[in-house]
C-alpha cells in the first residue's frame, strides 16, 4: 500500500463524514479493526507502550518499529497504516524515515514535544522538512501539535505552528486535545486536513466532523476500553 492511498482517504469528504482511524495496539486488535470494515488504521504510541509493558514515552525505538511492523503484517496489503512515532527517537530524518518505511508503514505522526515542553516552531517545521526531503512523497505526515497539551489555550498558536508545518510539507495537523469548540477556526485557517481526538467524553466523530476534523483518531482510548472490558470479566470470573 502507498502513502497516496491514504492522501486520498483523507480528501474530498462532505463535513459529516470524517475518516474514522482506530488506532491498534497490537496485531490481534488491528485485525479485528480491519474486519469490522475501517480502511485505515493508525497506532498509537501509549497504546502500543502499554501492550509491550512500558509508560507511555518509554518504549525503546527499536520495540516501537517493530511492534508497527507486526501490525502492518496482520492487516492486508489494501489496508494502510500509519504510525505514532511520538518526538522521532532522537533519529536523523533520513534514518527515523527508512526504518519506518521498513515496517511497512505509509504514515506517521511527530509530535512538538520533547522533555515535557514544546519544541521551538522553526525547529520542529526545520525537522518536518528533512524528513519529507528524506521520505518524497512515500510517508503522509501528520504533524502534532501539542498547545492544547502544554496548557496552551490559545488557538492562535495552534494555528501558527499547523501553518508552519503545513509550509514545511506535512499532509496533515493534529491539535491534539483541541476543544471542539476551537475545530472551525482551526479547520478554516489550515490548507490541509484537520485530525481530531474523540474523547469518551466529547462529541462523536460525526459531530467532530462537522466541526471541521476530517480526520478521527483515538489515541490510547481503544484500547484503555478493551482493557477496562478485560477487567470486567476478570472480575466476573473471580466470582465463580
Not at 55 to 70: H, I, N, Q, S
Amino acid at each position: 500500500m502507498t502513502a497516496s492511498v491514504l492522501r486520498a482517504l483523507h480528501h474530498d469528504r462532505a463535513p459529516g463524514d470524517p475518516l474514522v482511524v482506530p488506532g491498534p495496539w497490537d496485531a490481534g486488535s488491528a485485525r479485528v479493526f480491519v474486519e469490522a470494515g475501517f480502511p485505515t488504521l493508525a497506532t498509537p504510541s501509549a497504546g502500543v507502550a502499554a501492550s509491550l509493558g512500558y509508560e507511555d514515552g518509554a518504549t525503546p525505538a527499536d520495540e516501537m518499529f517493530a511492534a508497527v511492523a507486526r501490525i502492518v503484517r496482520a492487516v492486508p496489503a489494501s489496508v494502510p497504516v500509519s504510525a505514532d512515532i511520538e518526538a522521532g527517537y532522537g533519529l536523523d530524518p533520513r534514518e527515523l524515515v527508512e526504518r519506518l518505511l521498513g515496517t511497512g508503514a505509509v504514515g506517521c505522526n511527530l509530535e512538538d514535544s520533547a522533555e515535557g515542553g514544546l519544541v521551538d516552531a522553526e525547529r520542529q517545521a526545520d525537522r518536518l522538512a528533512r524528513v519529507r526531503e528524506a521520505a518524497g512523497d512515500a510517508l503522509f505526515i501528520n504533524a502534532r501539535v501539542d498547545t492544547y497539551v502544554r496548557g496552551v489555550a490559545d488557538p492562535g498558536q495552534a494555528i501558527e505552528r499547523a501553518r508552519l508545518y503545513v509550509a514545511a510539507g506535512a499532509d496533515c495537523v493534529y491539535p491534539i486535545m483541541a476543544p471542539p469548540e476551537a475545530l472551525p477556526a482551526l479547520a478554516a485557517a489550515v490548507p490541509v486536513p484537520l485530525n481530531a481526538l474523540a474523547r469518551p467524553d466529547g462529541p462523536a466523530p460525526r459531530r467532530l466532523g462537522e466541526l471541521g476534523a476530517t480526520r478521527i483518531t483515538f489515541g490510547p482510548g481503544l484500547q484503555r476500553r478493551t482493557m477496562a472490558a478485560l477487567r470486567e470479566t476478570a472480575d466476573e470470573l473471580r466470582k465463580h
